[in-house]
């Protein structure tokens, strides 16, 4: 029983640690988003964000190209349109072995 137990330990995937989303801004078009990651290197590591709206329809995505092992949180920004009349967008975060989270972080522009 030991033995089975140590292989479904080693054959089970980790629990996922989704990005969070520590702070968002929204100035002249421009998104500010900060994330906190348990990256541990270019195997892990937060790899993008994107604004959505409420449907899902997706406005804008920022793709973070190298894990931030040592800088953590950290801040990266985006140019992103924002149609007229919208008053609440969604951050989706995703990981480099996760994907895109389920969840989302609400944003109000206002």
Do not use: C
Not at 92 to 105: L, N
């Amino acid at each position: 029983m030991k033995y089975l137990t140590l292989l479904l330990l080693t054959a089970t995937p980790a629990f996922a640690d989704t990005a969070v989303v520590e702070s968002v801004t929204y100035t002249n078009g421009r998104f500010d988003v900060t994330l906190s990651h348990p990256d541990t290197g270019w195997d892990h590591y937060a790899d993008g964000w994107r604004i959505e709206l409420a449907d899902g329809t997706i406005l804008g995505t920022r793709v973070l190209a190298h894990p931030h092992v040592e800088e953590q949180p950290f801040t990266r920004s985006s140019q992103i349109a924002v149609p007229e009349g919208v008053d609440t967008v969604f951050v989706r975060t995703s990981d480099h072995v996760d994907g895109w989270a389920d969840a989302t972080t609400p944003f109000a522009l206002n």
